[in-house]
């Protein structure tokens, strides 16, 4: 065997033996930005492409000042031009192709093109662009001293209680554990704790933790989050400290359907009592009926007695018929009053002539 076929053998042994380099593999995963030109002046437009990023993924691309691939973006979203911003969503194979239009951001630059994951598990990629026309500057120095950074994944501890379900504020409390990776303690620090709705960029607030973190220490933060009244849907939760994003968590808010089923029974409960007062103001407002007086008979024709008995007709026919004192056409107002009931006169029988 020559020397040229054991550098041949020993090459293939130890390509063998050795594990393939880690770099490799964790380039192939992260994900990519292309630009179609790396200079545009404000007015145009220049073409975003990517790959290696999660499948149906919605993305927001922006133009960044302040920031290079390496470092990222001074200052967040705040360095960016948002209301120029484009979103996108990628497909099946985590690729994305999306034309942004090119606006000055609002600090100088150097300038990237920023792309950032909208929903889910937080990731980033830049690529350098210049707005031609725009300021450069030289980035600030960063301050000396300690450094904090997140050891392990966040998470949202607590749950809905009954009042949630009926439109009251959800709160969370958001955990991480930190480490001073700097020269020198941390004491008090104050963190921006940022809720976000969809794409819509984060709402900060300034919350200050109670202790100190010591070069090369740990310390576990513990931040109360909390909603407005009757928030429901997709949030993210951030956690930014120095100008830097250390932390994103998703956070998915119920529907608070007690304030629907309030108003579908107040739909069916306040028509009801609505009606009920209206009768009963009729019923108030309403004239009463006047007792009945008393009935007045006036006399009506003579009934002739048929079919009856003659014992039985005389004892009806001798019964006075009742009469009006000022219904008396045959008699004289001024003639005493007889009210003896009349009787036939009876005929005077005359002898034989």
Known sequence: MNGRA??????????????????TASAADRPTVRLSASQAGTGGSVTVSGSGWRPRTLLML???????????????????????????????????????PVAEPPVPCPCVVHVATATGPGAEADAVFQVAGHAVEPLPAEPLGG??????????????????????????TLVLTVGNVGASPVRDPVFQVGTSHGVFAPRWEEQRWRGTVRPGAKARIELPVDLAAGAHG??????????RVLAEQPWDVGRPWGVTLFWILAAVVVPAAVFRAGMALVDRVRPRRTAPGPRIRLPGPTLRLVGLRPR?????????????????????PGAPRDDSPTRPATPTRKGPP
């Open 6 to 23: 054991r550098w041949t053998v020993l090459v293939a042994v130890l390509a063998l033996l050795l594990p393939p380099a880690a770099g």
């Open 62 to 100: 922006l133009v960044c000042g302040q920031a290079v691939p390496t470092t990222g973006v001074r200052g967040g979203t705040n360095s960016c031009a948002n209301a120029d911003g484009r979103a996108v969503t990628t497909d099946a194979e985590g690729r994305f192709r999306r034309k942004l």
């Open 147 to 172: 450094r904090l950074s997140v050891f392990t994944d966040t998470r949202l501890d607590g749950s809905d209680g009954l009042l949630t379900w009926f439109g009251a504020p959800a709160e969370r």
């Open 234 to 243: 997709a949030y993210t939760v951030s956690l930014k400290y120095g100008g």
């Open 312 to 332: 039985e007709r005389a004892r009806h026919s001798s019964r006075p018929s009742p009469a009006l004192p000022w219904f008396a056409p045959d008699r004289d």
